[in-house]
C-alpha cells in the first residue's frame, strides 16, 4: 500500500499563501458566544483587506459556521448592528428579484466599543444575555432593534 508522502511542517519563502489579516482584539472578545465570533470572522474575512461591502448569502453564512437555522445567522446580524459594528444594506436586482444584502463591517467601532466595554467594566456574556433574553421576546424585539445598544449610553 502506498502512503502520501507528506512535507515537513513549515512555509516555504516563496509559496503564496491565501490568507486574510483579521484583527486581534476581534479573537480577543472574551464571553462572545462561539456562533457570534464565528460569524464575525468569517464576516471578517468576506469583507477582505479592503474592508469593501461584503456579500455572503444567509445560506453560505450558515454553512461557514456550521449552523443550520438560518435564524441563528439573522440574530448575529441583529446583535452586531445593535452594537453598531455593522450595517446591512438592502439590494435586489433590476428586476426586483432579491439578492443576498451588502454587510459592512465598522473595525473602529468595534475597537472602540471593545474599549468602552473595557473601561466600563461591562462582560460580554451579560450583555449577550440580555440581548438573547430580549430578541426571544416578541414584545421587547422590536424595541431593543429601535434604539442603540442601552451599554453604549450608559
Not at 502506498?2 to 490568507?19: A, F, R
Not at 460569524?39 to 474575512?45: E, G, S
Not at 461591502?53 to 439573522?74: F, N, Q
Not at 428586476?95 to 467601532?109: G, H
Request: with cysteine; aromatic share 12%; proline share 3%.
Amino acid at each position: 500500500m502506498n502512503t502520501i508522502e507528506l512535507e515537513k511542517i513549515g512555509i516555504e519563502v516563496d509559496e503564496i499563501i491565501p490568507y486574510t489579516i483579521i484583527e486581534n482584539y476581534i479573537f480577543d472578545i472574551k464571553g462572545l458566544s462561539a456562533n457570534k465570533k464565528l460569524f464575525l470572522l468569517m464576516l471578517r474575512r468576506y469583507c477582505g483587506a479592503d474592508k469593501k461591502p461584503a456579500y455572503p448569502s444567509y445560506t453560505t453564512l450558515m454553512v461557514d459556521i456550521g449552523s443550520t437555522s438560518r435564524a441563528t445567522i439573522m440574530k448575529c446580524i441583529d446583535f452586531f448592528i445593535w452594537l453598531k459594528w455593522l450595517e446591512r444594506i438592502n439590494r435586489s436586482a433590476e428586476n426586483k428579484e432579491k439578492l443576498s444584502n451588502y454587510y459592512i463591517l465598522s473595525l473602529k467601532n468595534i475597537r472602540l466599543v471593545l474599549e468602552h466595554f473595557k473601561k466600563k467594566n461591562y462582560s460580554f456574556k451579560d450583555i449577550e444575555t440580555y440581548f438573547e433574553k430580549e430578541y426571544k421576546n416578541k414584545d421587547t424585539k422590536v424595541e431593543l432593534l429601535s434604539k442603540p445598544c442601552k451599554y453604549l449610553t450608559e
